[in-house]
């Protein structure tokens, strides 16, 4: 089974914002997001044995919007580009119309700032609508793969492709079960908070359900977090409840295991050979 690092690339300030509706409304931190590229481009390049330095970037559209610049650069460092909807939202609650208007317009600024054909999608917090197929149909319309299931074995994906009756698209699974009773996944805040022999036990259930290994990360998970924080005065439009809320819960995503992460991920993938972007294995 092949390795595979995967990035979904947000603005967690930007995200956090919309989600909020603060007022003013939170711009992308640009230079939190060149910083992030750069630490996360580093680590490829150094995991041990790693010898291809190119990856899947899953990348919202208004990013591509806002930070072209950004999308280009990662596209000529080799790395793919991918599509993680428009917004980071939720999407299976939402009409269909809406939905395919979306991606059509994260694919389409994608593809502009990238300059390349964008062939893969994830839904942001892997949710997407997984009961009645109609979401599914579009995505197998508008794209090659899809990475927004998490399971823990080929006989799950092979009833799910029978249920969502797909006949082209290709899924390749992000690795979900349970180790010591809690659920667990590759990547996100699952590799940050717990500890590192949870995750490996994780992996070795991974290597023996016979799935490729495949990690996400975040930018924001890293050391520079606490360049996306929102301040007091971001929140300033909210309740005074809500502001403290807030405040107090961006640690899960800001603060808590960021500094360890770089060097967590390294020993994960020590002595493992990451097998580039997510498109070749169409």
Not at 57 to 76: D, H, Q, R, S, Y
Not at 226 to 254: A, C, F, G, H
Request: charged letters at 25%.
């Amino acid at each position: 089974m092949n390795t595979y690092l995967t990035v979904d690339l947000e603005d967690f300030s930007h995200d956090l914002g919309r989600h909020l509706d603060l007022k003013p409304s939170i711009q992308p931190r640009i230079d939190a997001l060149y910083e992030a590229y750069d630490e996360i481009n580093n680590l490829v390049k150094t995991c041990s044995n790693s010898k291809n330095s190119r990856i899947t970037f899953f990348i919202t559209g208004v990013l591509a919007e806002k930070v072209p610049e950004l999308i280009a650069k990662i596209a000529m460092d080799g790395h793919e580009i991918a599509c993680h909807y428009y917004h980071h939202e939720v999407m299976f609650s939402k009409n269909i119309k809406e939905v395919e208007y979306m991606l059509r317009k994260a694919i389409d600024k994608l593809e502009i700032a990238s300059n390349t054909k964008i062939l893969g999608f994830r839904a942001p917090y892997f949710k997407i609508d997984k009961i009645q197929s109609q979401q599914y149909h579009l995505i197998e319309k508008l794209f090659k793969y899809d990475s927004s299931l998490c399971i823990n074995s080929k006989e799950k994906l092979n009833l799910f492709y029978k249920r969502m009756k797909l006949k082209t698209l290709k899924i390749f699974p992000v690795y979900s079960d349970k180790v010591c009773f809690i659920p667990l996944r590759t990547g996100g805040t699952f590799i940050k908070i717990f500890p590192t022999p949870f995750i490996k036990s994780l992996l070795r259930k991974n290597t023996k359900a016979g799935q490729n290994k495949i990690f996400y990360i975040h930018p924001y998970e890293f050391k520079g977090g606490e360049n996306w924080r929102l301040s007091l005065k971001d929140l300033s439009s909210l309740p005074v409840m809500r502001r403290l809320y807030w405040m107090v819960r961006q640690n899960q995503w800001l603060n808590f295991g960021n500094k360890t992460l770089n060097l967590k991920i390294t020993k994960l993938l020590q002595n493992t050979e990451l097998s580039g972007p997510l498109k070749d294995l169409i």
